[in-house]
């Protein structure tokens, strides 16, 4: 892993297994960065439209995570951003989450992965007294965040067995569902009051960035660009209260904050908007890869060692939900479901002999799964002529 400091000076803090591969290339290149002298040979008449050189970032210093902690540690706030379907990403978050324990941190997290409504379930998943399937269950995160839970999950066992607070940051989706469609005007007084009163939107680089976003979406995006901007910022606004709000009823805590990239750099969207709430001392880390370097992005940026998520063992069917089980509206072609002989219209029961009755069920009882794991699945199927049946089936689960 690599982490190199903006804005200021950039020492680089790298693994052990990165300067294996890369050592030499690290401590022998870098670029040039800042000087806008003009040439000697530029005569005096000579102008230039723009500077040639406009950072510098340095590659001499080379050392490891260890190195970042303390200054973390002085931190009330460090903000770890990320690409939400990138595991190297999440392996990095959960890194920097792992130093800042081991030094003796009195850490909480805050993810935007989880709604505000649902906290009590991440409480009660942290103490032990439900399990992770029934957290699941309970936190609608099927329903609720479109991203493989796997990406996520070593943070949340980690925190788990540390008694790490988890706290839920983002605003109800309903919310923003309604305010895409209708506006904020659109929004009951329920729903109003779910919502910070202050709304800031007087930065007008991160409108100009949020435009050119918004931009990249075409005609497809289907809304005018103001309620494209009052979701963000409703993202936003609501994610920095609620870290407002629990740091303020938690003086010892520091929290380490996990979000979208596009959330944090800049300190536009939750940094700056904490701080006008509480003048809380931070620090921003971001992944680097496709992110574009530039000064004043964040305070430090994270090179991840590459890493992929195994393989998900899946059963190639597309659900929907049922009154008695889980409805089979299509099978993939060549799948271990279609190998296995489950057919369109079945209703399937039980999953190894647990019954199942909404797509979430089955999505939890594969997560221990690999690809080629034999399952027993009990269907309910439709006969032509004499009514259903139930039979068994058995499946090799593919990837």
Not at 278 to 294: C, F, W
């Amino acid at each position: 892993m690599v982490i190199a400091r903006y804005p200021l000076i950039f020492p680089l803090l790298v693994s052990s297994l990165f300067l294996a591969a890369c050592g030499n290339t690290v401590a022998n290149n870098r670029f040039a960065m800042g000087d806008e002298h003009r040439p000697a040979s530029m005569s005096d008449g000579a102008t230039s439209e723009q500077s040639a050189v406009s950072a510098v970032l340095d590659l001499q210093q080379v050392t490891d995570l260890q190195a970042l902690v303390p200054e973390l540690t002085s931190k009330r706030v460090v903000y770890v951003g990320e690409t939400h379907d990138e595991y190297a990403h999440h392996r990095s978050q959960l890194a920097v989450i792992e130093a800042l324990q081991q030094s003796g941190a009195n850490l909480a997290i805050g993810m935007e992965m989880f709604q505000q409504p649902y906290q009590s379930y991440l409480d009660d998943y942290i103490t032990g007294n439900i399990s992770e399937a029934e957290m699941l269950r309970k936190t609608e995160w099927y329903e609720r965040w479109v991203y493989d839970y796997r990406l996520y999950r070593p943070i949340l066992h980690f925190a788990r067995q540390h008694g790490i607070p988890v706290i839920a940051l983002n605003v109800p989706r309903e919310i923003t569902e309604h305010i895409s469609k209708g506006g904020m005007e659109s929004l009951s007084a329920t729903e109003r009051k779910q919502l910070p009163d202050d709304i800031d939107y007087s930065d007008q680089a991160y409108t100009n960035r949020l435009k050119a976003i918004f931009r990249q979406h075409g005609d497809e995006a289907n809304r005018s660009f103001e309620r494209f901007q009052q979701i963000q910022l409703i993202w936003d606004e609501g994610m920095a209260a609620r870290a407002v709000s629990y740091l303020t009823s938690h003086p010892d805590k520091q929290m380490v904050v996990l979000a979208g990239s596009g959330h944090l750099m800049h300190r536009s969207g939750i940094p700056n908007r904490v701080k006008r709430r509480q003048p809380v001392t931070s620090a921003i880390v971001l992944p680097g890869g496709d992110l574009k370097i530039e000064p004043g992005i964040a305070d430090f940026v994270i090179f991840p060692e590459a890493s992929k998520l195994p393989p998900a063992a899946v059963m190639g069917v597309y659900m929907e939900k049922s009154d008695k089980g889980v409805l089979v509206s299509d099978v993939v072609k060549e799948s271990a479901a279609e190998r296995g002989g489950v057919k369109r219209d079945d209703i399937i029961l039980s999953f190894d002999g647990e019954a199942v009755t909404t797509p979430t069920d089955l999505r939890i009882a594969l997560l221990n799964k690999k690809p080629g794991d034999g399952v027993r699945l009990t269907l309910q199927r439709r006969g032509i002529l004499f009514g259903s049946k139930q039979l068994d089936v058995q499946l090799i689960l593919g990837q």
